[in-house]
């Protein structure tokens, strides 16, 4: 019989690999989707995989800049890149009142949108829940936070 | 990080006229988009392609202004390509379904030569 290990901590369970804020201003998603990007670049996520978080983050980032922060370049959008166990996690968060906003997702109508019967826009949250394993948000008074999961492992991603 | 505007060179090829994109295709691209389409529009061809070599990113406003050039050449019965998109955004276009409308070709000769036989 061995010695049986010592229980992990919660901080060695998890991990922040990364942790900044950039102004809501437009264009400012590609700098978020890059600093994750470079933060996770000695995780398992290459190739394909990568361009899918890196998708996922973008778009969560402009949702957070356009709903949240109405691109008042003075509010900053945060984002905190951490690992546990064996996921990857981005979470998002904006200084948005009031509810969160609908989990959504679902897949938009484009034949309705190519026949003028709905805006050509809305695809933003459709494409993050399309690129990541799990998403959620959560929100209180003055936040909104989107959190991006994807499990590390065999597959590296969806 | 400097975005990288986009550019659009338009020009006629064997019948196809052909948007050489260059850039990004984000919320800033809506008037180059636009004014190109219009150019390509009066070219008079039956096809547009829409060339994706020169394009590192698409955020979903860039679909959606696909999306809007998609619905005009429908409404003026014209066959809108890509080409040159890479893998990712190929996957893209296959799950917001625009791949069910508009023909995603590797390059652009095979673009070409696809309408030419057809």
């Known amino acids: ?158 | 990080m400097a975005v990288r505007h986009l550019n659009v060179e338009v020009r006629l090829e064997s019948d196809v006229a052909v948007l050489d994109l260059m850039g990004e295709i984000n919320g800033f691209a809506e008037e180059a988009l636009n004014t190109a389409y219009q150019q390509a529009h009066a070219k008079d061809t039956n096809t547009i392609l829409l060339n994706f070599e020169g394009v590192d990113y698409i955020n979903s406003t860039g679909i959606a202004l696909i999306v809007g050039l998609l619905a005009k050449a429908r409404a003026s019965h014209k066959r809108l390509l890509a080409c040159n998109l890479s893998e990712h955004y190929v996957e893209i276009f296959n799950i917001t379904r625009l791949s069910d409308f508009m023909g995603i070709f590797p390059d652009e000769q095979s673009a070409v030569s696809e309408i030419s036989a057809s």
């Open chain 1, 1 to 158: 019989m061995t010695d049986p290990k010592p229980a992990r901590t919660d901080a060695e369970l998890r991990r922040t690999m990364a942790e900044f804020s950039v102004p809501s201003e437009p264009g400012n998603e590609r700098l978020a989707m890059e600093t994750v990007a470079e933060a996770i670049r000695d995780l398992d996520i290459r190739g394909e995989n990568l361009e899918r978080l890196k998708t996922a983050v973008a778009e969560a980032t402009m949702n957070a800049m356009e709903h949240g922060n109405k691109y008042r370049a003075e509010v900053p959008v945060e984002v905190m890149v951490l690992v546990e166990d064996r996921d990857l996690m981005v979470r998002i968060t904006d200084r948005g009142s009031g509810p969160p906003p609908s989990q959504g997702g679902d897949t938009p109508d484009l034949e309705a949108k190519l026949e003028g019967m709905q805006t050509p826009r809305g695809w933003g949250l459709f494409l993050i829940k399309s690129m990541v394993d799990e998403m959620s948000i959560t929100g209180d008074d003055g936040h909104h936070t989107i959190e991006l999961v994807v499990h590390l492992g065999a597959e590296g991603g969806k």
